[in-house]
Structure formats: structure tokens, C-alpha cells
């Protein structure tokens, strides 16, 4: 079964010739870098009981031309930079959200329609990542947002759009990503375990029983990653320029690039969160601490390179998160 989909509207005249001739960026953006997307009512309900949906023709050409060119100004090997988190992929950067190039896409008219029209609210931009893979990288395995929204609570939303920046064809090279209907499970309980057991962590309390429970249902060798996930899961073609929005409850994994004419695979994401999200102080120490892996009974250590959130200094546990000086763009 595939995802819901929206598609873009036709594109509109093409410029002139000196106007093409200009960078993408000195052009009014949601004309040149994102395409209207019109959204029915049912790829609305079907983005809220799913909690994905892919936007075909999102991004134009010289869209995806700049965010390639952007990532790949910075991709590194995660062990050149001697951290752990990532190094199931080939190379991967960090803090594209901060780029003049990123900030032109998730700024654009269009852009913001269509992600206010999805989740009914305004968002604050909080980072983007770039991750490439190769047939020797597999990815991440079966996991959730835990470690890119640990700052907010279990019930404030946080969302991800994932843009491939080669096609993907699961029934070919793959390279794609893999994932699970909220309707058919969610993680929502998981960031309430780990609000639960990251209370206990920080208060110096052991969580080795629990943990360990944990750990045999949510390791990715269990027979719940093993055999339900994989019997369930969605896969979806994606040609260059889609896009791919989920929210932060979503089940999902990397697919292998399998051996083919394709050497490597690159994507970039952008990750977003409810305007009125609060800052989660308990929980984003104890998902730092393990990386992640509190709200499933695993500990993978601190990882050096995934710190958003903890710039939230000048403001408290439960505060909202737009009232720091250090918050993100709202969209």
C-alpha cells in the first residue's frame, strides 16, 4: 500500500531567458523553488490518521539543484568528526538549516501553505540534515524522532520532511525509506516511557529492569522489527523533486542501496515543531544521555553532533519554546 500522495499544480510559463539566467535564490521562491501543492481533504485525514504523506513535484528543479550542491558542500564521514550517530551511512552533515539556500525553501509561500494546511498550525524551523548512502551503508534500522525532538514533550508535535535527492525505486536500487501507518502502531507510548524513565535517570534512579524489558521488545533484532514491522511496512517511489512530510510518531527506517548504476544515494531533511511545543528539560537530558534510546531500553551513548536543544538557556522547563531568543523561524 502507498502513501498518500499530493501532487503538484501545473507548472506555471517558464521565465525569460535573462530571468532564468539569474540565481534561483534572487527570484521570488514559491514560483522558482517550490510548486503550489493543492491538498484535498482526504490527503489531509489521510496525513493525520497516517501521520505521513508524500508531495509529488514539491520541489523544482532548480530546487533540488541547490540543496544538492548545499550538502554536499559539507558531507563528512561521522567517524572524520569522531562521533557514532550516523555512521551507518556513507557521509552526513548537520546545521543546513542555517543556510541561505535551505532558509529560501522552507520560507517560500508555497512551502508554508502546504505544511500549515497538513498540520493546522504554524512551525518553528528547527534544523536540517543532509545523509548519503552507498550499497555498504544501510542506514538507520527501525526507530522514531526520539533524539530530534527530546527538547518537547511526549504530546507537543514535531514533523520531518524527508527530500531524496536521487529516485528512488524500492522495487530497484532502493535507497528509499521504509515505514509504518500510525494507525497500525505508534511510537506516542515510547516518548511516554521515556519521559517516564528519563525522570527516574536524572534523579539517579536505576532503570536497568525496565530497560532491559524494553530492550527485547524494541531491539532491532526483535521480532517486532524482524517480523511485524517488516510484514507491515509501506515503501514508496520517489522521483527527484517529491518530498516526504511524517511526524514525530512515525516508525521508519533507511531502505540499502542495493548494487546498481546508482554509487550513492543523497537526502536532506528539515525538521519542524508545533509553534506552541514547551521545552522538555527531564526528557532531553535523559534521551541525551542514552541517545535516544531511553524510551526503548537502549543506551547508544552520547552523540556529539545531534545538540539541537540545548541552546534553550534563557528559558525553563515548560516554557515554550518560542519565547527563547535562541528559537528557530516560524513558518
Not at 524482524?226 to 510484514?231: K, M, S
Request: include cysteine; proline fraction near 5%.
Amino acid at each position: 500500500m502507498d502513501a498518500p500522495t499530493a501532487s503538484a499544480a501545473p507548472a506555471a510559463t517558464s521565465p525569460s531567458a535573462a530571468t532564468a539566467a539569474t540565481s534561483p535564490f534572487d527570484r521570488a521562491p514559491e514560483r522558482d523553488l517550490v510548486n503550489p501543492i493543492p491538498l484535498t481533504a482526504d490527503d489531509i485525514a489521510g496525513f493525520r490518521d497516517k501521520g505521513y504523506i508524500a508531495l509529488r513535484g514539491l520541489l523544482t528543479p532548480d530546487c533540488t539543484d541547490a540543496l544538492r550542491a548545499e550538502a554536499l558542500k559539507s558531507v563528512v564521514a561521522a567517524r572524520d568528526i569522531g562521533a557514532t550517530y550516523g555512521d551507518t551511512f556513507r557521509r552526513l552533515t548537520y546545521a543546513l538549516g542555517e543556510t541561505d539556500t535551505f532558509k529560501a525553501v522552507y520560507t517560500a509561500r508555497a512551502f508554508r501553505k502546504v505544511l500549515g494546511t497538513l498540520t493546522g498550525t504554524r512551525l518553528i524551523m528547527t534544523e536540517a540534515q543532509g545523509f548519503e548512502l552507498n550499497s555498504e551503508r544501510n542506514g538507520f534500522p527501525w526507530h522514531y524522532g526520539s533524539l530530534s525532538f527530546r527538547f518537547i514533550r511526549p504530546q507537543d508535535m514535531g514533523y520531518s520532511i524527508w527530500i531524496p535527492l536521487d529516485p528512488i525505486d524500492p522495487t530497484g536500487q532502493g535507497g528509499g525509506m521504509a515505514y509504518i501507518p500510525e494507525t497500525l502502531f505508534s511510537a506516542r507510548g515510547n516518548f511516554q516511557m521515556s519521559s517516564l524513565l528519563s525522570a527516574r535517570l536524572i534523579a539517579g534512579e536505576s532503570i536497568a529492569d525496565i530497560s532491559a524489558g524494553l530492550a527485547q521488545v524494541y531491539n532491532e533484532n526483535s521480532i517486532l522489527m524482524t517480523g511485524l514491522f517488516e510484514q507491515h511496512r509501506e515503501e514508496d517511489h520517489f522521483a527527484v523533486g517529491d518530498a516526504f512530510v511524517f511526524n514525530k510518531y512515525v516508525w521508519h527506517r533507511s531502505s540499502p542501496l542495493r548494487p546498481g548504476p546508482m554509487a550513492t544515494r543523497l537526502a536532506v531533511n528539515m525538521r519542524f515543531i508545533d509553534w506552541r511545543a514547551r521545552l522538555d528539560r527531564v526528557m532531553f537530558e535523559g534521551e541525551a544521555a542514552t541517545g535516544g534510546g531511553v524510551g526503548m531500553g537502549a543506551d547508544w551513548g552520547v552523540q556529539k553532533q545531534t545538540t539541537y536543544g540545548s541552546q534553550f538557556v534563557d528559558i525553563d522547563h515548560g516554557d515554550e519554546i518560542r519565547d527563547s531568543r535562541h528559537c528557530g523561524m516560524i513558518i
